[in-house]
């Protein structure tokens, strides 16, 4: 919970919000009603239906029918478009979404192209020589591997990727150098939070806040870099005297 204020203190601090008036505006049904649908009309129930259709979809298409996300979101657009609920001219006027939908494309599929060549496999195996050959004791060990693999996040546009390339490697050599394996693995897990806010593309949901405009890229990396070492400091170095507490080395 302190933590949560010091983080929003900083951001805060580093954002300096300015102060704004928004004048209310009173809903009215005859004025949405050429939109998304009359709540309770037809319309606002089929998207109503297609939103948990959605959902469903995405939370268990995957384990019932083998269906990706991808393929359920773009059935629940399709849905939208056949049943009137949404128009093409309504689509192409979110100019944000297209931009973000095709430039973040690119990114995962340069990540993940990195990945099948093995790159990512090559740099962890070269880290974790390096590390075990300069014969560090653990806890530095630990905080070297943890930092490397927190800023090698630079080079991932996918949290998913990033994990399966190099969380296995990085905790070998973590264990081997001494490292208690609860600790070690709790340390690394806590990584994934940190390097999810670096970049503009760090995580899934990273390129929607993006543009949203509230900040430029030079402030996204420069603030998201802060906020990684404020998070390490905290979550890494002064909670390892709570992880002492519980007993995990």
């Not at 990706?68 to 001219?89: E, Y």
């Not at 070297?144 to 994990?163: D, E, W």
């Amino acid at each position: 919970m302190r933590y949560l204020k010091a983080a929003g203190l900083q951001v805060h601090v580093m954002m300096k919000p300015q102060p704004y008036e928004a004048q209310r505006e009173r809903w009215r049904p005859d004025k949405h009603a050429d939109g998304w649908g009359v709540a309770g009309g037809r319309r606002g129930s089929a998207a109503q239906a297609i939103l948990m259709a959605t959902v469903a979809l995405w939370a268990g298409g995957e384990t019932l029918l083998g269906m990706n996300n991808a393929t359920a979101g773009l059935c629940g657009v399709s849905l939208l478009l056949l049943s009137g609920v949404l128009t093409w001219d309504q689509c192409l006027q979110e100019s944000a979404a297209w931009d973000c939908f095709l430039w973040f494309a690119v990114m995962i599929t340069l990540s993940s192209g990195l990945e099948k060549l093995g790159v990512m496999a090559v740099f962890s195996e070269a880290i974790s020589v390096f590390i075990s050959g300069i014969g560090l004791t653990w806890p530095y060990a630990l905080i070297g591997l943890s930092v490397v693999y927190i800023y090698s996040h630079y080079f991932f546009a996918s949290n998913t990727a990033h994990i399966s390339a190099m969380f296995p490697a990085l905790l070998l050599v973590a264990v081997s150098c001494g490292a208690p394996p609860l600790l070690a693995t709790f340390a690394l897990a806590f990584c994934n939070h940190v390097m999810s806010g670096l970049t503009h593309y760090s995580s899934g949901n990273a390129p929607v806040y993006f543009k949203l405009g509230y900040c430029t890229i030079k402030q996204w990396w420069g603030y998201g870099f802060i906020m990684s070492v404020l998070q390490f400091v905290v979550w890494l170095l002064i909670g390892s005297v709570w992880w002492r507490y519980l007993g995990f080395f």
